[in-house]
T-cell receptor, first 113, second 116 residues
Framework: QKEVEQDPGPLSVPEGAIVSLNCTYSNSAFQYFMWYRQYSRKGPELLMYTYSSGNKEDGRFTAQVDKSSKYISLFIRDSQPSDSATYLCAMSRIKAAGNKLTFGGGTRVLVKP | GAVVSQHPSWVICKSGTSVKIECRSLDFQATTMFWYRQFPKQSLMLMATSNEGSKATYEQGVEKDKFLINHASLTLSTLTVTSAHPEDSSFYIC????????????FGPGTRLTVL
């Protein structure tokens, strides 16, 4: 069993819809949670960084963490075709420059005009 | 800020040759750099962690003699794939982190390696 599970998709939504992404994890030692966006043949770009249960909002993005259920989510409001990409969740045990990230497999999202 | 570059962006080489990939943090000093590989439609797999001036720590199953990592300065790390074979063809991505940036990892744009 993988430490972090993420549905690979693809997830296809019409422009303007809400995109809902999630990851589950098995290791309760994970304390810090991130969402990255990766366009094809590019490096991942950090979207959200959270470390406590609850919601965190940044523009059209909302990250949700439920440590008791070991479940994290990312919501994208008013989706645009430019949001079409692969979204990766990642998590780590400690907050330090040397901390390792454990990634989910990524969900491919397609926003249709 | 927090820009990480990689060079080259893509490389094609013959089987048996060695290839060097550079990773640079352009506007900050990176305490730690990480090297990942990513196969098509798969997630990132950590290969090794390197700290400036010390030997890299390799993940289980990664051959340290095949994937040589040098972290000579706080802004430069290199990955050399020695005696490359077709199965080494992949997308190699580096990231850089520093406590001064909230310990976030900033990723480079990746290097696509094709071994013929």
């Amino acid at each position: 069993q993988k430490e972090v599970e993420q549905d690979p998709g693809p997830l296809s939504v019409p422009e303007g819809a809400i995109v809902s992404l999630n990851c589950t994890y098995s290791n309760s030692a994970f304390q810090y949670f991130m969402w990255y966006r990766q366009y094809s043949r590019k490096g991942p770009e950090l979207l959200m960084y959270t470390y406590s249960s609850g919601n965190k909002e940044d523009g059209r993005f909302t990250a949700q963490v439920d440590k008791s259920s070991k479940y994290i989510s990312l919501f994208i409001r008013d989706s645009q075709p430019s949001d079409s990409a692969t979204y990766l969740c990642a998590m780590s045990r400690i907050k330090a420059a040397g901390n390792k990230l454990t990634f989910g497999g990524g969900t491919r999202v397609l926003v249709k005009p | 800020g927090a820009v990480v570059s990689q060079h080259p962006s893509w490389v094609i080489c013959k089987s048996g040759t060695s290839v060097k990939i550079e990773c640079r943090s352009l506007d900050f000093q990176a305490t730690t750099m990480f090297w990942y590989r990513q196969f098509p439609k798969q997630s990132l797999m950590l290969m090794a962690t390197s700290n400036e001036g010390s030997k890299a720590t390799y993940e289980q199953g990664v051959e340290k003699d095949k994937f040589l990592i040098n972290h000579a300065s706080l802004t430069l790390s290199t990955l050399t794939v020695t005696s490359a074979h077709p199965e080494d063809s992949s997308f190699y991505i580096c990231s850089a982190a520093t406590s001064g940036r909230n310990n976030e990892q900033f990723f480079g744009p990746g290097t696509r390696l094709t071994v013929l």
